[in-house]
């Protein structure tokens, strides 16, 4: 599995699981994905890193009908709000016809989407 450099620091394991995780600002409270140096919020560098919760609820999403060769269509990218307050983007393993927002998913790695191609993914997130 490949990853973006932004995300290196963001995907680790904690208590025998893989986990996202994000950077906690010790200034404004704010909680931020990818972990990143600086706060987006209100610029502090005082920044500690937690892990993000598995689960999360989707609170907007929609069917890619077209994309680069070697994608299945249609497939499923969702915002995925998490209870520490980040809102994700990823791409959901699930059909159209199963989705809804606010439901529930669960973050997955180790394996794409069914037909999607092993390189092109980091973590998706799937229906819990
Ligand atoms: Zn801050």
Redesign the pocket.
Same mark, same amino acid.
């Given at each position: 599995m490949s990853r973006p450099p932004a995300l290196e620091r963001s995907i680790a394991s904690v208590d025998g699981r893989t986990a996202l995780f994000a950077s906690h /600002?010790?200034? &404004? =409270?704010?909680v931020?994905f990818p972990v990143g140096s600086v /706060?987006?919020? &209100? =610029?502090?560098a005082d920044?500690d890193r937690q892990a993000l919760s598995p689960t999360g609820s989707v609170f907007a999403w929609t069917a890619v009908h077209r994309a680069a060769p070697g994608w299945k269509v249609p497939y499923v990218v969702a915002l995925v709000d998490f209870p520490e307050g980040p809102r994700i983007f990823a791409q959901v393993d699930a059909a159209p016809e199963a989705m809804r927002s606010g439901m529930p998913v669960r973050v997955a790695f180790g394996r794409p989407p069914a037909g999607q191609p092993d390189d092109a993914y980091c973590f998706t997130v799937e229906p819990s």
């Open positions: /600002c010790r200034g &404004c =409270g704010r931020l /706060c987006a919020q &209100c =610029g502090g920044l």
